[in-house]
């Protein structure tokens, strides 16, 4: 079975220091990855995805992850954080098994930024 | 396209009562999804159309769900005899089926508030 776990269900940066959100991934199969952002009364936004090309995968608004297999890990980081990046964070797995395409997400992760 | 548009984006039912739910994907999309987020908790994966067809229910989705996509554009999810475990963010996303495509949309999602 796939599955994702969020390492941190809240982390808490100042404004101008680096973001780091921990999700390890547990796959039978070479995984889709997801980092997806959810602000509040707004829809789910991608914010970048990895399929098995390039390990570092360079997303939207200075965010980026690079997916690990000896660790299991695909961690998202931005160097410097925005007051804008407080938000929900989810990593997500592509169920690989059917091919149905569904997502499997993990608990979220809120970040919150503080002046 | 304007992206996925959910209708309503609120709505609060009294126990019992039956509720339905519109999900207008993005026009050239064959993949729509259904997920149910509650409080504090990532999405899950509810039910899944190719076109027209339902291809895949999760075993959250009860008795009293129903979904369809009759022509394979917009689709319905409908509670019957609602209970408060339902309060619920439904949110609905399509896709289109193609390989090494990973492009998921979601929409805003429609807030189910049983009291």
């Known amino acids: 079975a796939q599955s994702v776990t969020q390492l941190d269900s809240h982390v808490s940066v100042s404004e101008g220091t680096p973001v780091l959100l921990r999700c390890n991934y547990s796959?039978?199969?070479?995984?889709?990855l997801f980092w997806y952002v959810q602000h509040p009364n707004k829809g789910l936004q991608l914010l970048l995805k990895?399929?098995?090309?390039?390990?570092l995968v360079k997303g939207i608004n200075g965010f980026e992850a690079e997916f690990k297999k000896s660790e299991t890990s695909f961690h998202l980081t931005k160097p410097s954080a925005h007051m804008s990046d407080a938000a929900e964070y989810f990593c997500?797995?592509?169920?690989?098994?059917?091919?149905?395409?569904?997502?499997?997400f993990g608990q979220g992760t809120t970040l919150q930024v503080k002046p | 396209d304007t992206g996925v548009s959910q209708n309503p984006r609120h709505k609060i039912t009294k126990r019992g009562q039956n509720v339905t739910f519109r999900c207008d994907p993005i026009?050239?999309?064959?993949?729509l999804y259904w997920y149910r987020q509650t409080l504090g908790q990532g999405p899950e994966f509810l039910t899944y159309?190719?076109?027209?067809?339902?291809?895949?229910k999760s075993r959250l989705l009860s008795d009293r769900f129903s979904a369809e996509r009759p022509k394979g554009s917009f689709s319905t999810l409908e509670i019957q005899r609602t209970e408060q475990g339902d309060s619920a963010m439904y949110l609905c996303?399509?896709?289109?089926?193609?390989?090494?495509?990973?492009?998921?949309?979601f929409g805003s999602g429609t807030r189910l508030t049983v009291v």
């Open positions: 990895y399929t098995s090309a390039a390990t």
């Open positions: 026009s050239e999309h064959n993949r």
């Open positions: 996303a399509s896709s289109l089926a193609r390989t090494g495509n990973y492009g998921y949309t």
């Open positions: 796959s039978s199969y070479s995984p889709s």
């Open positions: 159309f190719q076109n027209e067809a339902q291809l895949e």
């Open positions: 997500v797995v592509r169920h690989g098994s059917s091919n149905t395409g569904k997502l499997i």
